[in-house]
């Protein structure tokens, strides 16, 4: 067990529980992109050049580097056992501190 209250303590069946959840939540949604990318290709409504086109895309990156923040702190949240938003993560404590 870590000194330090914002470090997560973590056995290992908890961990290798929460791969297994973030590996099944991946699947999901890789899946159903898939099937977008694939419906909307197929109806000619775009290409598979457009979509990745529209990945590398400035706003589309900007928007996706903000979601996964908030994914990682939640993440965190979860790592620490607390689901209490007002609780800072180890990198927002840090941050006060400095």
Known sequence: MSDDPLAPDLDSGRLAAL???LASQLHAERS???ALEAALIRAGITTEIEINQAAE???T??????ALARSMLKL???LRESDDPRTPTRHEAEERKA
Do not use: K
Not at 61 to 66: G, I, L, M
């Open 19 to 21: 791969v297994f959840e």
């Open 32 to 34: 159903a992109r898939i």
């Open 57 to 59: 895309a400035p706003l």
């Open 61 to 66: 990156r900007e928007t996706v580097a903000a």
């Open 76 to 78: 965190m949240r979860v």
